[in-house]
């Protein structure tokens, strides 16, 4: 059974923990996107730090159409907060990259989680802040953020939680019902995660934690990700000279 009260003890103790010894006056900024992850995350770092020392950054890309939600958070918790929007940013790079490319769907999809990071870091460098990674197990299990986008940060709360598991403790740190069950969607595609994956998080969720899964398709599906996008979790590949000795 997971405990979620208990869980969500730990990680607030680990985070106060991570402060301790990477910046005692130090902010936690963190991207809100108005979904499960970033809700949790950002609650965890109110309990953990108090709402003074956490500061939200909401980035739409143009008109977002379910922004309300994010709104809905900050205002829930009470924290700082500020709304810059990436669309000309987007824009402009696209158009510079165009003038010399031609863009593949993965650039164009991709982009505005890059630059989100850069943005988020941003304001971190602006305010003394530490950027929380927002990411769970179950995204990460796939291979489902974008490398130096939203897989990005300087501790993460939730990487080994899966998508089940954060809701449990968004329930238990009393986040309002339509941010925990929101249906997750990346924001760049305009589909669900789910849609994307091609399965669902619940069955994504006992596959992990049991090793059980019905349909043998969808098992191929997880585990071919799995191997494909290990490399997102890794360090990046280091080449190592062979010096000689000093005499």
């Not at 796939?142 to 809701?167: H, Q």
């Amino acid at each position: 059974m997971f405990d979620a009260k208990k869980i969500k003890d730990e990680c607030v103790e680990w985070i106060r923990d991570f402060f301790n010894k990477n910046g005692k006056e130090c902010n936690a900024v963190v991207g809100i996107s108005g979904g499960k992850d970033s809700s949790v995350t950002a609650a965890l770092l109110v309990e953990a730090l108090g709402k003074d020392r956490v500061i939200g950054v909401l980035m739409p890309c143009g008109n977002q159409s379910d922004i309300s939600a994010s709104y809905l958070l900050v205002n829930h918790l009470k924290i700082k907060y500020y709304e810059i929007n990436i669309f000309n940013a987007v824009e402009g790079l696209k158009n510079e990259l165009a003038k010399n490319m031609e863009l593949s769907r993965q650039c164009t999809v991709n982009m505005p989680a890059r630059i989100r990071m850069t943005t988020v870091y941003a304001v971190a460098q602006c305010f003394n802040g530490r950027v929380a990674n927002t990411c769970n197990l179950s995204e990460d299990y796939v291979g489902y953020a974008t490398r130096y986008g939203d897989g990005a940060g300087d501790f993460s709360p939730l990487c080994n939680l899966t998508v089940t598991e954060v809701k449990e403790i968004g329930r238990i740190l009393g986040l309002p019902k339509e941010l925990v069950d929101k249906t997750p969607i990346d924001g760049l595609s305009g589909k669900s995660d789910e849609e994307n994956l091609g399965f669902t998080y619940a069955e994504l969720d006992e596959y992990i934690r049991t090793g059980k899964i019905e349909n043998e398709e969808t098992k191929a599906k997880i585990d071919a990700l799995n191997k494909a996008n290990k490399f997102k979790l890794e360090l990046m590949p280091a080449f190592k000279p062979t010096l000689g000795k000093r005499e």
